[in-house]
């Protein structure tokens, strides 16, 4: 079995340590990132996680990550290239609070187990640090230190995982319609305009950004809506392709690939709000397009 099949009908295992991850340790932790950040932090308990953004005061997007409560510490993972942006924007609030941020990459590993079946393998990984969350859209992270990856990598593979290479990894979270934030979404965006509102805890109380992402919800005015396309052919549209209804321009792709099991090219697209709804037909590049349902294949 391929990786891109494992990824799709089995169990799959990812290299993750591209990604960013820092830790925030200190009796302020919970404090200062609730504060920073979109959803509930002082609720998780230990072993619990969620996903946030990181705003700025002008409610855009600096980037987003999957937040673990470690018990001593929480565990920041985000992408690659929003390590060091989130790092330093974190450490510019800390003034009088008892907050210390350690990079997390020097002394950790960081592997996806993904698929329909990964699942069935977390009874069998007790004592490592899990955190319930996916790149590929099924599955849950496993963080390790260094020196016992390649100790972790064999088990996996003794229980059935299949190695999945970035494309593969890649193909599949567009079929399954999972944005990444600096491909499809940047700090030109604001919250709303990615739909994904389990970012965001409306309740919580004050956070940095929140009165521009209360505004947005109020009023009920998105102007651009990102959203995800199925594009005729098998050549995937580069980024920032004009998306066209008739003669109208309608907006633009931001990443995409073609979908072997689809048959077509898959992209994510920031569109104009009237045009955001699935069915509507529009085409890039003269190809025939489609916005798609909010359900992955």
């Not at 990604?19 to 230990?46: K, V």
């Not at 790149?135 to 064999?154: E, M, N, S, T, W």
């Not at 956070?207 to 990102?226: A, F, K, P, T």
Request: proline letters at 4%; aromatic letters at 8%.
């Amino acid at each position: 079995m391929s990786g891109y099949q494992a990824l799709r009908e089995g169990v799959a295992w990812l290299d993750l340590d591209g990604r960013g991850r820092f830790r925030a340790a200190g009796e302020d932790r919970a404090r200062l990132l609730h504060a920073m950040t979109t959803n509930h932090i002082q609720q998780l308990q230990p072993g619990a996680s969620c996903y946030a953004f990181f705003l700025n005061d002008k409610g855009r997007i600096l980037g987003d990550a999957n937040i673990l409560n470690l018990g001593e510490s929480l565990l920041i993972d985000t992408e690659g290239p929003s390590h060091d942006v989130l790092f330093q924007h974190l450490d510019k609030f800390i003034i009088a609070d008892d907050v210390t941020l350690e990079d997390a990459r020097e002394d950790t590993a960081a592997i996806g187990v993904e698929g329909p079946q990964a699942d069935g393998l977390r009874g069998e990984l007790e004592g490592f640090t899990i955190g319930a969350f996916s790149c590929a859209g099924a599955g849950f992270r496993v963080y390790v230190p260094r020196a016992g990856k390649q100790g972790l990598i064999d088990r996996l593979e003794q229980l059935g995982a299949v190695a999945a290479s970035a494309e593969d990894q890649n193909i599949v979270r567009l079929e399954r319609f999972r944005p990444v934030y600096g491909l499809d979404f940047n700090d030109k965006h604001l919250v709303h305009e990615t739909q994904l509102l389990h970012a965001v805890h409306f309740t919580k109380g004050c956070y940095l950004g929140q009165e521009i992402v209360e505004r947005v919800r109020s009023r009920g005015q998105v102007h651009r809506l990102l959203v995800p396309l199925y594009v005729d052919g098998a050549n995937a549209p580069s980024p920032g392709s004009p998306v066209m209804a008739g003669e109208m321009a309608a907006g633009e792709t931001m990443s995409a690939a073609y979908s072997p099991s689809v048959g077509r090219s898959i992209a994510f697209a920031v569109l104009r709000s009237d045009y955001a709804k699935p069915g509507t037909q529009l085409t890039v590049n003269n190809a025939g397009a489609e916005v798609a349902a909010a359900k992955g294949v």
